[in-house]
């Protein structure tokens, strides 16, 4: 298989240790689960995927455990959510400005003991210029969108399909 593509884009996840960014990103770049008690130690992962007639590559930084690691935090730990607004201010005062950021709301599946709701991490995410999706990295929901929104987000602002 070619390995060619048209652009890179870079990624970097970010979120408290435990919310699942390593399980995310094996979901994404190899279509499968793993469950584990603890957090999964991966730090790197890549996937090409074709977009408005281009191949895109993503090349995804885990920040495995580091206070700052795409934005992510759980439905099911309101800290997790709170945290989110540190890392922002972060990255709006070191970040380059043109920044693309999604924020991923994970373990959907646990819906039934959810305490952040669809309302309020919307709310965040529309305030601070966010895509916004709520994703299940265990059952596979939504994991292929959050990555390729973001892509197609990058793709737009950029007008890469001038070139
Ligand atoms: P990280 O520290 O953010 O990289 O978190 P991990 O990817 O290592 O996941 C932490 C824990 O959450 C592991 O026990 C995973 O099995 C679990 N986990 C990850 N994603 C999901 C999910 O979508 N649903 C559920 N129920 N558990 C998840
Ligand atoms: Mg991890």
Redesign the pocket.
């Known amino acids: 298989m070619s390995q060619q593509y048209d652009y890179l884009f870079k990624y970097i996840s970010v979120?408290d240790?435990?919310?699942?960014?390593?399980?995310?990103l094996l979901r994404f770049t190899n279509q499968e689960y793993t469950?584990?008690?603890?957090?999964?130690g991966i730090e790197f992962g890549s996937s090409i995927v074709d977009l408005r007639n281009k191949r895109i590559k993503l090349q995804i930084w885990?920040t495995?455990?580091q206070e700052r690691s795409y934005w992510m935090f759980i439905i099911t730990r309101r800290e997790s959510f709170m945290h989110v607004k540190n890392w922002l201010e972060d990255v709006m005062t070191h970040g380059h400005e043109e920044i693309k950021i999604i924020l991923v709301a994970?373990?959907s599946?646990?819906d039934s003991v959810r305490q952040v709701s669809t309302e309020e991490g919307a709310d965040f995410a529309k305030k601070h210029n966010m895509i916004y999706l709520e994703?299940?990295?265990?059952?596979g929901q939504n994991v292929d969108q959050a990555f390729t929104k973001l892509a197609e987000n990058i793709f737009d602002t950029f007008n890469l399909s001038r070139n």
Do not use: F, H, Y
């Open positions: 979120g240790s435990g919310v699942g960014k390593s399980c995310l469950a584990t008690e603890t957090t999964i885990d495995a455990g994970n373990k599946d646990l994703t299940s990295a265990r059952q």
